[in-house]
């Protein structure tokens, strides 16, 4: 009984820290790859997405490609360098379907972060952490805090051992100087997959560069709508906009699921909704179609006021509804 049980905490042991003698080459690939994928789709769905080889952070909102290929740069910059030092250390043949395979497998924790990253308790700490700070946290908010940080470095620190172990068990590599070569393969991937997901964010969402203020009546418009929205929230109504009222872009996200979640996230932070005060319209010179009011929203439990954010097109349809903590300056 006891050869049986400590037969199966070994096997156990060896799938959560040496898979790679379970599954090699192109299965390895296969079941890591689609680790990768999964990893990135569920991040991207809520606007987290891979900013290096072992980077998972909070963006501004993507296409789920960006996320995806981010995802996959993450994984082939890193397995590129370490067979390319592999074969540069190794005395045996080294197969690049083994490296990448390894490699990909390596990164399958990373789909127990995104679970993390994308379950409601964590976003609801994470909102209360962006818009008040630690200063008004509660003991178990920190608790919480600290318990989830706990649980992303073990995280981390499993998949780098993964990585470690897949890149010495596919060369055939030990020692000082594998180390060593695994090190630079990860800092050196860690910045150039960053630069990438740099580069195709500022592709596809080149940088707002606000003008000086503009006169336009449009802000009551912008303002009815609004107060229309936020109060409907208020009272339970989370409702469709028509496409007389909002752009097709603008309606396809403004789901009633999305709207319930951001409702209850300011609610909880911020109290009940009250008013609008006007502050200026705005344009910009990436997008002379649109138009952006910029309101003081009064909300019951806020300390300050908030910037509710209006962007209509020259039509009057509502193409973008933002609430953030209130600058002077937009940003």
């Known amino acids: ?27 390895a690939l296969a079941w890591g790859l689609a680790c990768i994928v999964l990893t990135a789709w569920l991040g991207g769905a809520f606007e987290y997405r891979y900013t290096g080889v072992l980077s998972f952070q909070l963006l501004t909102p993507a296409p789920i490609w960006l996320a995806i290929t981010q995802g996959l740069a993450a994984w082939a910059v890193p397995s590129v360098l370490l067979y390319l030092g592999g074969r540069q250390l190794s005395r045996s043949r080294v197969r690049a379907i083994d490296v990448f395979g390894t490699q990909a497998l390596a990164r399958a924790p990373g789909l127990l972060m995104a679970l993390v990253v994308v379950s409601p308790p964590f976003r609801d700490l994470t909102s209360s952490l962006i818009y008040q700070g630690t200063s008004q946290f509660t003991i178990a908010q920190f608790s919480a805090l600290i318990a989830v940080a706990t649980v992303m470095v073990l995280l981390l620190v499993w998949i780098v051992l993964l990585m470690y172990r897949g890149f010495a068990v596919s060369c055939n590599v030990a020692g000082g100087w594998a180390i060593a070569v695994f090190v630079v393969a990860i800092a050196l991937g860690e910045v150039a997959t960053g630069a990438t997901g740099h580069y195709l964010q500022g592709a596809i969402t080149p940088r707002t560069v606000a003008s000086a203020p503009v006169q336009s009546e449009q802000h009551h418009l912008a303002e009815r709508l609004a107060t229309r929205v936020l109060l409907g929230h208020e009272q339970g109504r989370f409702e469709a906009l028509g496409p007389e009222e909002a752009t097709g872009d603008f309606r396809r996200g403004f789901t009633e699921e999305s709207q319930r979640r951001s409702h209850q996230t300011i609610r909880q932070l911020f109290g009940a909704f009250e008013g609008l005060d006007f502050v200026e319209t705005r344009s910009t010179e990436d997008q002379p179609h649109l138009l952006i009011h910029r309101f003081k929203g009064r909300y019951g439990a806020a300390s300050g006021p908030l910037e509710v954010r209006v962007v209509l097109d020259l039509e009057g349809k509502l193409a973008g509804l933002w609430i953030k903590p209130w600058q002077d300056q937009m940003l």
Request: charged share 15%; hydrophobic share 50%; proline share 4%.
């Open 1 to 27: 009984m006891d050869a049986s049980r400590t037969h199966t905490a070994s096997v156990w042991r060896m799938w959560l820290f040496n898979p790679f003698h379970f599954l090699a080459g192109g299965r």
